[in-house]
């Protein structure tokens, strides 16, 4: 366990009890066909998959020690009746899905253990809460989705890859949906930035981490195609959405050495890795099949 992993500021008594969001509304989201073998599609996967090997493990309630609420509290203040787990039973849950993700072939294991930490349930409208450990994406309203756990930690850890040993001074999310990614940025990066072009998804975030009191997430509203010139250079930057190609200002906010990581494509969709080599070079490769919803320009109100 790192020391910024066990700093992960949860308040799970709070956040366990807050009241249903307004915000979000679900929609059913529209997968590709089912042909790619990507596990990013692969809702039925969800069973097949028994816990894998053990991780080194992060209770959220643990987690939370830093901050008012201590451990028993988070289990004592959970509600009794709804379909949010209490936390400790999500913890267990959380870590056979952490566990399932390693087996899927993440082995980085900073990446596994802020997979650990973070309350994905709690991303989500209580009505989905008790899928929320699925090996799928799940609408968060506005046609979006909060993308599914495997391809979450797979991009951390193509991004953490570097030259550097994994140290990330400053990374962007282009696609915030939720805010669930860059929760779980937010414990293997110094300063995270995310970018959200849907106003409704923007607050949302918001609303999801401002109980988490994650004091290294900024939460910016606007087109993530032209990221945040104002914040770059980035040393990572993971766009959360899939466009037909990286948008150049992207590739220019990155920091040599750095490394981007993205879905790109349209109905067949390939995860890419772009790493900066200097000013004037960046270099391509392709990992895997994945769908994303798409990148679009603009902002909606
Ligand atoms: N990171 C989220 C995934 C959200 S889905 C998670 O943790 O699950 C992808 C998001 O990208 C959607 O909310 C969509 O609105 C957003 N998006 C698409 N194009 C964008 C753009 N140009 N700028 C910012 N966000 C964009």
């Known amino acids: 366990m790192t020391d910024k992993t066990k700093r992960f500021p949860l308040s799970l ?23 790619t073998a990507t596990p990013q599609t692969a809702t039925l996967n969800a069973s097949r998959h028994a816990a894998g090997p053990s991780v080194r493990t992060i209770s959220s309630s643990a987690a939370s020690q830093g901050q008012t609420a201590p451990s028993h509290k988070a289990a004592t203040h959970a509600p009794a009746a709804g379909n949010r787990s209490t936390p400790l039973v999500s913890d267990a849950i959380r870590k056979a899905m952490t566990a399932r993700v390693a087996k899927q072939g993440v082995k980085d294991s900073k990446v596994l253990a802020a997979m650990e930490a973070v309350p994905r349930h709690l991303f989500m409208e209580p ?28 991009m951390i850890e193509v991004m953490r890859n570097n030259s550097v040993g994994g140290v990330l001074n400053r990374v962007l999310e282009i696609g915030t949906g939720c805010g669930y990614q860059a929760a779980v940025l937010s414990l293997v990066a110094k300063e995270v930035y995310s970018i959200e072009r849907i106003k409704g998804l923007h607050e949302l975030a918001k609303t999801n981490l401002r109980p988490m009191r994650v004091a290294n997430i900024r939460l910016h509203y606007g087109d993530g195609m032209l990221g945040l010139p104002q914040a770059a250079p980035f040393d990572g930057i993971i766009l959360a959405a899939a466009g037909m190609e990286v948008p150049q200002a992207l590739l220019e906010q990155m920091t040599i050495g750095g490394r981007l990581v993205a879905p790109v494509g349209d109905r067949h969709q390939v995860l890419q890795l772009i790493e900066r080599v200097s000013k004037f070079e960046w270099k391509s490769s392709t990992l895997e099949d994945c769908h994303f919803v798409p990148l679009r320009p603009g902002t909606v109100t």
Request: zero cysteines; charged letters at 20%.
């Open 13 to 35: 008594s709070s956040l366990s009890e807050k009241a249903p969001r307004n915000g979000a509304r679900s929609e059913p989201h529209r997968n590709a066909s089912g042909k």
């Open 127 to 154: 009505a989905l809460a008790s899928q929320a450990y699925i090996d799928a994406s799940l609408p968060i309203g506005y046609h979006q989705t909060i993308s599914q756990p495997y391809i979450v930690a797979r």
